[in-house]
């Protein structure tokens, strides 16, 4: 076992009890479409990335519950790829490694990324036959306590609230949420778990009516089952 990989929990020095709020005049529907293209996946150009809200971090009172810590002593040390499900047969999947800076990019709120002290991270895409863009993504964190921590506010953050529950659970995953959208011509669904010192990260982007929630939830459920 590597040494630096102990669970020493967020950063308290950069402010683990804080999250950002949005201080534009928008409404929340309109600010959770934003965050859900930039996790989103474009049909043709790939990785959609919306221009967010101005945001500052404001130091509040965080009244929310821990969030849950599966797997406490897992460390996944192998190199990050071995651990992503494959994509199913008969598509042509597109892999890249995730620097801190891309991941950011991605994901939004790279703040997190600092404060719950990411390591590394790894993406894997697929076109599915139906036309849907299915994306699955792993952050590595220092221990399971800044993973689960991490899960949570991105989740809070996508969500537009600070109540997790106000987003569908995800059966048999402990703390995972899935959050849901409508974009103009279709929708786009996350989904997140914490397993150990990984985050997964599963997306369907679809145009028309778009996918059920249990496309991502079922992806969702597979990547956890390798971590």
Known sequence: MIAMNTDSGPDESRGGSRWAH??????????????????????????????????VAVQLHDSRPEPVINNAGRFHDAPILSYVISAPAGTQPASRELHQDEAGRIMGQPQYLN???????????????????????????????????????????????????????????PGARSI???????SVIVSLAASGDLVAVTAVTAEGSGPATNITQSVLADQFARI
């Not at 043709?44 to 919306?50: D, T, Y």
């Open 22 to 55: 949005d201080l534009v005049e928008t409404a929340p529907e309109q600010l959770r479409a934003r965050r859900l293209r930039r996790i989103g996946i474009g049909v043709a150009a790939g990785l959609v990335v919306a221009g967010g809200a101005t945001a």
């Open 180 to 186: 849901v959208n409508e974009l103009d011509g279709g």
């Open 115 to 173: 404060r719950y002290k990411f390591t590394t991270g790894y993406e894997r895409q697929w076109v599915q036959p139906d036309g849907a863009t299915v994306s699955v993504r792993l952050l590595r964190f220092r221990g399971a306590k800044n993973a689960a921590y991490y899960a949570r506010d991105m989740i809070d953050y996508l969500n537009g609230t600070d109540a997790v529950e106000d987003s569908p659970a995800v059966a048999g995953i």
